[in-house]
């Protein structure tokens, strides 16, 4: 989860909680002026999440002088003396509330950030993801490069249509599935998923291997893959599951071609994207 979603998450809960307790004073008829010195986190609350301890810190001193005057009335009937206890109370408890929940949601948001930087694991499927696969197949390219080796890479490619027609369970099933494939591999080769919303892909990094192995792979990969997508209730077509079979050196466009490909999905699930 980015730290948007998590931000509007934690705001649809505060605002519920803050809600519900300020609901339940007013039903047990506590004094109106303290039910409305409970709403007045909300605003503290708002504050802190977009804007940080600045903004948080900012309302809370809002909402401490709206707590005066609110109390304005009763104080100038019986005098300050009775409230300034209870004043002070509030306005610290608001200012502490910003501050405390902005500090706290900046911490969130760096932590949230590097989660989302270093993230390697796809949420569908449990295999690596699309900058998984960029950075292995950088570091395969360097690695065959300095020591005059090859490697492969075997591509599988579907439409994201072809899986619209499973429900929601079956089809988050059947991507789980479909990930587990990366455990019957090589310990030396990686697996990524990736999907832009039209297509998903499955691609399968195999360090050492020539072209006849690929291929040899890659037929075989083909046929689990699409006896696991019919189990799972998937109509194929002739042009519903391609591959290709890439070795490296060699097929250097064909690669850079299918980076292109996952550096677009990479962008697109993190703010800081590895280059193709």
């Known amino acids: 989860m ?8 934690l705001l649809a809960t505060g605002l519920a909680v803050l809600g519900a307790l300020a609901l339940i004073m007013f039903v047990r008829r506590v004094d109106t002026v303290e039910v409305v010195a409970t709403l007045l986190f909300l605003p503290v609350f708002i504050g802190f999440l ?9 309302t809370g001193v809002l909402a401490a ?4 005057l609110l109390r304005y009335p009763a104080i100038e009937a019986v ?8 004043i002070a109370s509030r306005s610290l408890s608001y200012i502490l509330f910003g501050a405390v929940g902005g500090w706290s949601s900046r911490v969130l948001e760096t932590s949230l950030h590097k989660l989302e930087l270093y993230d390697q694991v796809d949420d569908e499927t449990g295999a690596s993801n699309a900058r998984s696969f960029l950075q292995q197949t950088d570091l ?3 690695r065959a490069q300095r020591y005059q080796t090859m490697f492969s890479v075997v591509v599988l490619r579907w439409p994201s249509a072809a899986l619209t027609v499973l429900g929601r369970r079956k ?4 991507l789980r599935d479909l990930g587990r494939l990366g455990e019957g591999l090589r310990t030396v080769d990686h697996m990524a998923h990736a999907t832009d919303g039209e297509h998903h892909w499955l691609a399968v990094i195999l360090p050492e291997t020539g072209a006849e192995g690929a291929e040899v792979f890659r037929s075989r990969f083909v046929g689990r893959v699409g006896e696991l997508l019919v189990a799972g209730g998937v109509a194929l077509e002739s042009e519903t599951l391609r591959s290709q079979a890439l070795t490296l050196p ?3 466009d064909a690669l850079r071609a299918v980076r292109s490909d996952f550096a677009r999905v990479d962008a697109h699930q993190h703010p800081d994207p ?3």
């Open 79 to 86: 005098g300050a003396g009775d409230f300034v206890g209870l």
């Open 65 to 68: 002088g709206a707590y005066v």
């Open 274 to 276: 590895v280059p193709a």
């Open 50 to 58: 977009f804007k940080g301890l600045p903004g948080g810190v900012a």
């Open 140 to 142: 395969e390219r360097s």
């Open 171 to 174: 089809r988050s099933s059947l």
């Open 2 to 9: 980015g730290y948007e979603k998590a931000r509007w998450l």
């Open 250 to 252: 060699g097929d250097d």
